[in-house]
């Protein structure tokens, strides 16, 4: 699409302005013969938190913008200019992105459609560029917000609560099952409306930023589809199903093995696959042959209502091309009737890996021992000898700063060497710190 050779700060000062016409230059003569090239963006949000005094003039950066816009066009006349988020430049580009960031940062994802059709109308060059949000990697919810934006009951109550949230951003749970509805909802109207142009989602990777300090990895913007580590989460099944033509299916999700919820109620899992159709089995009986469509949701209506038996739990999905070819996705997890206490507590396990370093992790607790599915606080690692954790990598492994994802938190410790003993340490603000030796 190109590359924003001004983002944010404002506008400068004359040296400043120079250098920004040396870059676009350098940006399109180094690109010009990329195939995948289809704008050059001059810009995003160029108004906001400006680094100049008066920098945020409208007027002045609208004589810039169009001494860029007309830089742009002498440079490579083939080839369309676009800015996203300063609407006083809408008419100088030739595309322009509004921000609409439905489900987010405001609103619910579910109105994506009203303020894409109200986009559509105002500006004739209409491209979509930024959506999505947050997720933790392994966090998980039977309960995620809808897509009304609304909270509901966990199901544990007699009655059905449900709660509006203002601004998922900050109120919202961070879960991958809620990031998956919204990617999904917003991939289904730009793969079925014939007059919207398209959407660019933000970001495919996790990445560094000197904001954020509160974030449930600190410092790390988390909208990614894979985490810092090219992990991916569960939203990366979801584009994935829309565009890939490798045939897979991939039940949600591999990162969910440990759920809960009263005997009885029935739970619904979704399978993400470009398979025409999919078979899902629980404990070796099938539930069916679903259709793939994408008009439905979720997951292209490959979603089915079932009952999980106490303990283990096994889920095999079968796609099936048109050639008639078969993948395979299996999936075994633990489900139990009985719900978790209030966190008493935090525990430490260790696993060995290949690389010859250890997985240490932390648990949190009830006064019965379960794991508390519920727990979202944040934990600091610590090891204190015969060996180095890996930190501020901005992982889920490498972090010694990081909020659990439903009772778990995890980090990679290399030790020293085998004849000193490995120790390391948990606390956080509720608990005082637990303790693991590892001879």
């Known amino acids: 699409m190109g590359r924003a050779a001004w983002c944010r700060g404002g506008l400068g000062n004359e040296t400043w302005k120079k250098n920004t016409k040396t870059m676009l230059k350098e940006i399109i003569h180094q690109n010009y013969n990329h ?71 405001s609103g619910s994802y579910k109105s994506y459609q009203k303020a894409i059709d109200t986009y559509k109308k105002e500006y004739p060059h209409f491209l979509h560029t930024e959506y999505g949000g947050s997720s933790h990697l392994g966090r998980h919810t039977e309960n995620p917000i809808t897509g009304e934006g609304k909270i509901q ?37 730009s793969e079925n409306d014939s007059t919207f142009v398209g959407n660019a989602q933000w970001a495919f990777k996790d990445f560094g930023t000197p904001l954020r300090p509160e974030n449930a990895i600190p410092y790390m913007n988390q909208k990614g589809l894979v985490d810092r580590a090219g992990n991916p989460k569960d939203a990366f099944y979801v584009f994935k199903s829309y565009w890939s033509k490798a045939p897979f299916t991939y039940i949600e999700s591999h990162t969910w093995t440990e759920r809960q919820g009263p005997k009885g109620l029935s739970r619904s899992v ?59 996705d299996a999936l075994t997890l633990n489900y139990r009737f009985t719900k978790n206490g209030k966190a008493k507590g935090l ?85 005082k710190g637990t303790y693991l030796t590892i001879e």
């Open 153 to 189: 009951a966990d199901g544990w109550e007699e009655a059905i609560v449900q709660t509006d949230v203002a601004n998922i951003a900050q109120i919202g749970d961070w879960s991958e099952n809620y990031i998956v509805d919204l990617f999904d909802w917003h991939l289904r109207i």
């Open 270 to 328: 979704s399978v993400y696959s470009n398979c025409p159709e999919v078979e899902l089995f629980l404990n070796g009986k099938s539930l069916g042959v679903k259709k793939r469509d994408i008009k439905a949701f979720p997951a292209a209506g490959l979603n089915w209502d079932l009952n999980f038996k106490e303990g283990e739990n096994k889920l095999l999905a079968i796609g099936k091309t048109k050639e008639g070819k078969t993948v395979e």
């Open 35 to 105: 195939p995948s090239i289809i704008l050059w963006s001059l810009g995003n949000e160029i108004y906001w938190l400006p680094d100049f005094e008066n920098g945020d003039d409208r007027a002045a950066i609208n004589t810039y913008l169009k001494e860029l816009n007309d830089y742009a066009h002498e440079l490579d006349p083939s080839r369309k200019t676009a800015i996203r988020k300063y609407y006083e430049g809408a008419d100088i580009v030739d595309v322009f992105s509004p921000s609409i960031w439905s489900g987010w940062y």
């Open 347 to 431: 525990k430490l396990e260790y696993t060995k890996l290949e690389n010859g370093n250890y997985l240490i992790t932390a648990i949190a607790h009830d006064s019965e021992g379960l794991r508390c599915l519920d727990y979202e606080s944040r934990v600091y690692f610590q090891c204190l000898s015969g060996g180095e954790a890996y930190k501020s990598l901005g992982t889920p492994t490498g972090s010694e700063s990081i909020e659990m994802a439903n009772g778990k938190a995890s980090i990679e410790v290399k030790r020293h060497n085998s004849e000193a003993p490995l120790e390391v340490m948990v606390l956080n603000q509720n608990f």
